[in-house]
């Protein structure tokens, strides 16, 4: 006797399935999907019929989501200029960064009470946290923006490497979006178009750096903050609307995903 498991009458006029295996997703694929998906949840999906106005706004996080992002670091360095002391020149740092964290747990717990999506509120939270830490180990305040340093480095590197070798991560997410998968590459005007829309993110975010960081080396905490707010969701929204546009450019209006996989 045998452990292997009898055969059915229908076996022998079928034949041994002869059905390839599934292929693996590439890795192209999926972070394609990764950013996707991170994408629709943004409300930024362009199958959507939305208009610009609302998609911007969308992705903004609407009235909550701007209170969430600008709300903490507004709070940090309004208490830290106010109160600075003119013999030192130095800020409360405790109680600036006790009420920046503050309110982000604040907005975390109202989202987790009234059962809403949190995870733009806890990252809120993280960065808040993180940021403190830096400064409150150190001592020094202008060491709470190292986070946003170190972050706009990482978004700005993998958005120009992505442009400069052919994948831009636009395309990338675009193309997930639409059902299109990598076949964007092939059409030399969705290529370009996605290459110079990720040249325009990396320029974003050099931008802030190029800024923001001459005034962390000369200590000037109050300016370093302000420009941060300043160079945040104010050149964020014009950018998402002009690679919205770009996008919905590329895609005609009556054009489904079916249609795109299709071509």
Sequence with gaps: MTDSPQASPGDEQRGPDLTPPPAEASASELLGAALGGAARRAGLDPTERASTGHVVWSAMGGWRGVLESVLPGLVFIVVYTLTIDPATGDGDLWLSLGLSVGIAAIFTAVRLIARQPVTAAIGGLVAAGVAAAFAAFTGEASNNFIP????????????????????????????????????????????????????????????????????????????????????????????????????????????????????
């Design 148 to 263: 946003g340093f170190i972050t706009n480095a990482l978004y700005g590197s993998a958005f120009l490497i992505s442009a400069l070798v052919g994948w831009s991560l636009i395309g990338l997410a675009v193309g997930f979006l639409m059902g299109e998968g990598t076949a964007w590459r092939a059409d030399k005007r969705k290529r370009r178009v996605f290459f110079w829309l990720a040249i325009a993110w990396a320029s974003l975010f050099a931008a802030r750096l190029l800024v923001q960081l001459p005034l962390y080396f000369a200590d000037n905490v109050t300016a370093l903050g302000t420009l941060k707010l300043v160079m945040g969701l104010p050149l964020f929204a014009p950018l998402v609307a002009v690679t919205w546009l770009a996008v919905r450019a590329l895609y005609p209006r009556g054009e489904s995903r079916g249609d795109v996989a299709a071509k």
